[in-house]
Structure formats: C-alpha cells, structure tokens
C-alpha cells in the first residue's frame, strides 16, 4: 500500500511540472534504493521500465467536476478530463486545478495491458513511463489479475433506490452504497449506456469510489456524494460526455527518458 501511495505522488508531482526523469528517479531512490544500493538501483530501473505504444486512441471522453469538503465547506475544486478505451483496456487523464494559477498541459495514460502509467509533458514534449508492477507485491499482482474484489470493495452494501432522472441525455437510476466498517455512504446515479471501467484504478479511497465504475453496480457514475460519518466529503457530477471521441495520442512527439 505505501508502494502505490508513492505512485500517487509521483503522480501528482507531475501535474505539478516537476517530472522530469532526473527528478522522479532520485524520488524514487531516496525512497527505496538508498537502504540497499544494488537491489534499489534494480529496483528503480524496473520501475522506470514502462511499456509504451507509439500511439493511443480513446474512443470515449468523459469530463467531470470534483469538489471536496471539509467540516461542510468547500476545501477544492477540479475538473478532469477522461479519455477512454474501454476495449484496449486503457484510458488517459488531464487535470486542472480550479485553485491553481499556472494550468499545466499533462495527460496521464494507463495502460492495463502493458500495465504502465505513461506521464507526458505536453508543454516540452517530454515524457516517462511507469512500470505499475514495480509498486505491487506479487500477492497483490496475482489479486489483480484473478480480478478478485479489494476488502474495501466487498465491504460495500450497494442497493437501488428506484429512483431515476435523466442526467445530460442518460437515463440514471440512483444507488445508494454503505460501508459500515468505515461508516462512509456513497450516493450515486449511474447510467447503464455508459460504460467506463475504473475498478483497475492503482488508487483506493474516496476518489476511486466516483470515478465511474463500481464492482457490483456497473455502468458509469454521472453524478455521486460521497459521506464520511454522514459528512459530506466528496461531490462528483459528469459535465460533459463524448461517446464519438476521436483522441489520438503519438507518443512517437515525445522524447522518452529512462
């Protein structure tokens, strides 16, 4: 678990325009490989050893509008910008923080084939990939693989409400998901016309649980709240959908450091 906590940073250091190679490496070094100097400089090639395709097409594109809060007001907003494969089995990501001066031109593509996070700086060009088996156990690899449910998940009493609304042209019928261990609720509407399969995700917590697909409800969220002991922490709703996008990504533009 401290293993893709650190992927996610990495992650969001490059939102932040810090990713260059040289800096992620030595992140990443510090991290692990300083202990035991070989095994961690293996460590860390593995890591930076992500497969990439010379290009990416995503059929589909999905833009949602984030909020979170704290103690009942507003701690942030962003918008992200999906673009999905579902039959490849990949999509891609472009964030934009609504708090943030400097608007940052980075896309994000997973690759659950190859599984490979491939982070691009579309503002110079440049570009790395991640090996995602490198921050997993082997147990957790083979987990991943059988396609078994996290104990998270498995915890989830999901159940519909009966209630229905069109939301941007889909019909939505409306769940209600509880999790008594963690006493958190999540409210969701989801549309079956959809599809957009987020049970991959490295990630887990409360994000992961609004980005579209949830183990056992299917479809794609359009709309979700999301309650930690019955306060609201989190509030996703679907802004726009392109069910004939035509986005494709040449990683042959970009120059590759290892």
């Known amino acids: 678990m401290k293993q893709l906590l650190f992927l996610?940073?990495?992650?969001?250091?490059?939102?932040?325009?810090?990713?260059?190679?040289?800096?992620?490496?030595?992140?990443?070094?510090?991290?692990?490989?300083?202990?035991?100097?070989?095994?961690?400089?293996?460590?860390?090639?593995?890591?930076?050893?992500?497969?990439?395709?010379?290009?990416?097409?995503?059929?589909?594109?999905v833009k949602m509008h984030n909020t979170s809060y704290?103690?009942?007001?507003?701690?942030?907003?962003?918008?992200?910008?999906?673009?999905?494969?579902?039959?490849?089995?990949?999509?891609?990501?472009?964030?934009?923080?609504?708090?943030?001066?400097?608007?940052?031109?980075m896309l994000i593509i997973y690759?659950?084939?190859?599984?490979?996070?491939?982070?691009?700086?579309?503002?110079?060009?440049?570009?790395?990939?991640?090996?995602?088996?490198?921050?997993?156990?082997?147990?957790?690899?083979?987990?991943r693989n059988q396609g078994k449910a996290d104990k998270q998940e498995t915890n989830n009493d999901c159940k519909k409400t009966g209630k229905t609304k069109i939301i941007l042209g889909y019909n939505c019928e409306q769940y209600v998901c509880v999790n008594k261990d963690d006493n958190t609720r999540s409210e969701m509407w989801v549309t079956t016309k959809l599809i957009f399969d987020m049970s991959k995700t490295a990630g887990r917590g409360a994000m992961t649980g609004l980005l579209g697909y949830t183990r056992g409800v299917g479809g794609m969220m359009m709309e979700s709240e999301f309650y930690k002991n019955d306060?609201?922490?989190?509030?996703?709703?679907v802004t726009k959908v392109n069910p004939n996008e035509n986005t494709v990504v040449k990683t042959t533009d970009y120059r590759f450091s290892h």
């Open 8 to 61: 996610l940073i990495l992650a969001q250091i490059s939102f932040s325009g810090y990713a260059q190679s040289g800096y992620v490496r030595d992140a990443m070094y510090d991290k692990y490989g300083r202990d035991h100097e070989k095994k961690g400089e293996d460590w860390v090639k593995n890591a930076m050893s992500g497969k990439v395709d010379p290009e990416y097409k995503f059929p589909l594109m």
């Open 70 to 105: 704290k103690r009942g007001e507003v701690r942030d907003e962003s918008d992200i910008t999906y673009y999905v494969n579902n039959a490849a089995n990949k999509f891609g990501m472009r964030a934009e923080n609504g708090s943030k001066k400097k608007k940052e031109d």
């Open 111 to 143: 690759d659950y084939i190859a599984n490979s996070m491939i982070m691009l700086n579309e503002t110079d060009m440049t570009g790395m990939a991640m090996n995602l088996n490198a921050f997993m156990s082997g147990d957790a690899i083979a987990h």
């Open 231 to 237: 306060d609201l922490e989190m509030k996703m709703e």
